[in-house]
């Protein structure tokens, strides 16, 4: 019999794969976000995320609200 593998990804890979487009699901409200420009929105929380390009790793900023 074979061993059941793990199905939970660390923050850092969920926020990659939103990044790749791999990901569709917004992380603090779970709605569809829109990808435009480089930029990363959630219109139903207006969360943000934006890839920092520029050093040797993308470096992820994320611009949220609370409230």
């Known amino acids: 019999m074979s061993s059941v ?23 603090v409200c779970g709605e569809f976000v ?3 420009g480089g930029m990363v929105t959630c219109p139903e929380c207006n969360s943000c995320l934006r890839a920092e ?3 040797a790793e993308t470096q992820l900023q ?3 609200q609370a409230g």
Do not use: V
Request: glycine share 6%; charged share 20%; with cysteine.
């Open 34 to 36: 829109l990808h435009a």
């Open 62 to 64: 994320s611009e949220t």
């Open 5 to 27: 593998a793990p199905l939970h990804r660390t923050l850092e890979q969920e926020l990659q794969a939103l990044l790749r487009g791999a990901s569709m699901e917004c992380l």
């Open 53 to 55: 390009l520029g050093s």
